[in-house]
């Protein structure tokens, strides 16, 4: 279904309306720059078109963006001259997103008079969180059953239309939108930036996001996937009214400082401009949702299947590109087209630093040797058979007796939570975590304590569980008892 808005203006007074707030939320760069005239070229020198080199094509200088991303609310001024802006947000609030046509006449031809397809996302800024980002994100939808991430309002945009969000992206939503014509998207961010720290205790910074637009063109068999422009900027997202005290106080700090202090910061601008980036890779993920491995008469279970990190010397070049994909290196995938598996564990650190940036670089480096931090907690499960207990009888305190053989796996857990617990459990039993309703530990007397992720803080590394499983009779999903 296609949604078309309207408003009840004429195009002149929309057009008009549209250049003063965008001429309005510019003032302040000529005061910035000063009195005389100024050359466009240093207009993009000011920090708040500051571009991150690492997030850019190589070639990129002295260009003109096809397409500019403006979000309507104010950047922070507690910022440093060279750093990147940050916006904040408040949680559940509809901010606008401008969609302007940067192109000179006849530059882009083959998009003229056609539709183009952008896809908003909010993503982690931090790479910690981007690499464990789907289970960031299957935990927030544990916690917030039915709540989306991101959210457009739709009655309050213009010019756009088809949108739609997929229920298993729940941080994408997707439109399509006419360059020629003016185009206003609101968004709404649901998350707050504490929800994904450690600690959740009070008081605790909040993890940055940030808000990536990439657009795309048709191709010849209709669909939009040639790739134009990518934009994106960091965001902090608070409570309600959370944003708007964080401004007041970080310009309050920022009026207590010396002259000398303020210049080394980035004044408070209006409207966040959105800086050119790379596109966001797509990955997809499998979901495993078969019928249990686990049944009431207590089989064993079978080990979920994984891909194999580590690179072989004997991979093909397509065997690379593949492995590369898997492991979140789409973006370098071209330079090393015809990179073998000994072709790329044969580059040194600083080969890998220089072709990908240190960031990357060193992320690869380390994934193509092999080198795996050791894990917080490490515990090992097995699941008892029916024949096993009834072959080899419990000491009277209740543990099986020492020549009950069992094979265990071992489960390796990095954040200390119950959610970490559960996923990593369902992946072993090759089942959905949404089938697993509950965990508990056996205690004293044969009581059943749920698991909580202070109970899994307080396990011992190492430590052995048996597990029992119980049939859920009120739906398909399990119980599971540590013993």
């Not at 003229?112 to 397809?117: A, D, N, R």
């Not at 790379?278 to 994984?306: D, K, L, R």
């Not at 959905?432 to 909580?452: W, Y």
Request: proline share 6%; with cysteine; hydrophobic share 35%.
């Amino acid at each position: 279904m296609a949604w078309a808005l309207k408003l009840p203006l004429t195009d002149e007074v929309i057009e008009s309306g549209l250049a003063q707030d965008f001429d309005a939320s510019l003032s302040g760069i000529g005061q910035e720059l000063g009195a005389g005239a100024y050359s466009m070229s240093d207009v993009l020198a000011l920090p708040i078109f500051k571009q991150e080199e690492s997030n850019l094509p190589p070639d990129s200088e002295n260009k003109i963006l096809p397409f500019q991303y403006v979000l309507c609310a104010p950047t922070s001024p507690a910022i440093k001259l060279h750093d990147e802006t940050l916006t904040y947000l408040n949680q559940g609030q509809s901010y606008e997103i401008r969609m302007l046509d940067n192109q000179k006449i006849g530059e882009l031809p083959e998009i003229t008079g056609k539709m183009v397809k952008s896809i908003i996302r909010v993503v982690f800024h931090d790479r910690r969180l981007q690499y464990t980002e789907h289970q960031q994100l299957e935990g927030w939808r544990w916690n917030r059953p039915g709540d989306r991430i991101l959210d457009l309002d739709i009655p309050m945009s213009v010019g756009m239309i088809d949108p739609r969000a997929n229920p298993t992206q729940l941080n994408t939503v997707e439109f399509l939108w006419d360059p020629s014509k003016r185009t206003s998207v609101f968004i709404q961010v649901h998350c707050i930036s504490t929800e994904f720290t450690m600690r959740k205790h009070g008081g605790e910074k909040g993890v940055p996001f940030r808000i990536q637009i990439d657009t795309f063109k048709e191709n010849e068999n209709g669909e939009y996937t040639e790739h134009l422009h990518s934009a994106s900027c960091q965001v902090k997202v608070f409570k309600p009214k959370g944003a708007d005290r964080k401004q007041k106080t970080d310009r309050e700090k920022m009026e207590k400082r010396a002259p000398q202090e303020k210049e080394k910061y980035q004044s408070s601008y209006e409207t966040t401009i959105l800086t050119e980036c790379s596109p966001w890779p797509e990955v997809t993920y499998v979901n495993n949702s078969p019928s249990p491995g686990f049944n009431s008469s207590h089989n064993s279970f079978p080990v979920a299947e994984g891909y194999d990190c580590n690179l072989l010397p004997t991979a093909t070049p397509q065997d690379a590109q593949q492995w590369l994909l898997r492991n979140r290196f789409s973006p370098f995938c071209r330079l090393f087209t015809n990179f073998s598996g000994s072709d790329l564990l044969k580059l040194t650190r600083e080969d890998v630093i220089q072709i990908c940036g240190p960031a990357d670089g060193i992320r690869l480096f380390n994934a193509l040797k092999g080198r795996v931090v050791r894990p917080r907690l490490t515990i090992y499960v097995c699941q008892e058979s029916q024949q096993a207990r009834e072959d080899h009888p419990k000491h009277e305190n209740g543990e099986a007796a020492a020549s009950t053989f069992f094979v265990y796996h071992a489960i390796y857990l990095e954040e200390l939570t119950a959610i970490e617990f559960t996923e990593k459990l369902a992946q072993l039993f090759n089942i959905s975590p949404r089938q697993i309703h509950q965990i508990f530990k056996q205690g004293p007397t044969g009581i059943h304590v749920l698991v909580s992720d202070e109970m899994i803080q307080n396990f011992q590394d190492e430590v052995c569980f048996v597990l029992d499983t119980m049939k859920d009779d009120t739906s398909d999903g399990y119980h599971i008892i540590l013993k």
